[in-house]
């Protein structure tokens, strides 16, 4: 009977192995997803520059417009000057094409503004777009180790679970079945690993003569309180006195 304990008792430490494995693969993918969001809202600072660009040559393209409009409405008053038929009519269009050309000046020396300004947003953007990369870059060798990291696991997993499957072979039926019930009962906790006195898991402590009984016999120990299977590893000189 001792034998099938032991065999229990390594069952259950296989199944915890499971447990922390189970729990490293469901958590690696999403701290994987928080670093991906996270990369992508610092792409914000490309798209912020970029913006800032659209605008700049938004603002270009409509001073070009102005100019043609103006432009039209000279030529309209160049057309009027030159059937005017009074000195007056003539000299109150030389002052709107002057007032337009003025105009016109004015548009022309915003574009030139806006060209300058346009240099330096074309190298906010490069420079966004470096910077960009290099934490992306970052973010993206963080994503690369953790999903190769979770491949590990993976295997980890597999091979546990063969392994596990090839010990359960070797445990007697009955055994089995009370391990199992447990384990579905007692939240993945069936053998309890007694280190002095005490549970292992719910820390009552062990009336002595169980205690004794739980060292010299191989009968099976039940957790008064938990109702786990209560298992101590015997030392050299325990095993020794046994014999
Ligand atoms: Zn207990």
Avoid: H, W
């Avoid at 997803?33 to 912020?48: G, H, P, Q, T, Y």
């Avoid at 953007?125 to 060798?141: T, W």
């Avoid at 109702?227 to 046994?242: A, D, F, H, N, T």
């Amino acid at each position: 009977m001792k034998d099938g304990l032991e065999l229990l008792y390594k069952l259950q430490q296989f199944d915890d192995r499971q447990t922390e494995t189970d729990i490293r693969i469901s958590e690696i993918p999403k701290t994987i997803e928080s670093l991906e969001k996270d990369r992508d809202s610092k792409a914000d600072i490309v798209s912020k520059s970029k913006e800032k660009f659209e605008d700049n040559l938004k603002a270009r393209e409509k001073f070009e417009k102005d100019i043609l409009l103006l432009k039209e409405k000279i030529s309209k008053y160049k057309e009027q000057l030159n059937k005017s038929t009074t000195n007056k009519e003539y000299q109150g269009f030389i002052t709107e094409i002057k007032y337009e050309e003025n105009k016109i000046l004015e548009i022309e020396e915003k574009i030139i503004e806006e060209m300058l300004k346009s240099d330096e947003v074309m190298e906010e953007v490069r420079k966004s777009e470096s910077e960009f990369m290099i934490i992306s870059e970052d973010y993206n060798k963080r994503i690369k180790d953790l999903d190769q990291n979770l491949l590990y696991y993976k295997e980890k997993l597999t091979e546990e679970q063969n392994s596990k499957a090839e010990l359960r072979k070797t445990v007697p039926d009955d055994l089995l079945k009370i391990y199992d019930k447990l384990i579905k009962n007692r939240e993945g906790k069936a053998i309890s690993f007694v280190e002095t006195n005490f549970c292992g898991i719910c820390n009552v402590k062990i009336r002595p003569q169980r205690l004794s009984e739980l060292i010299s016999t191989t009968n099976i120990f039940i957790c008064e309180n938990c109702g786990r299977i209560l298992y101590k590893e015997l030392k050299e000189e325990e095993q020794k006195e046994k014999v």
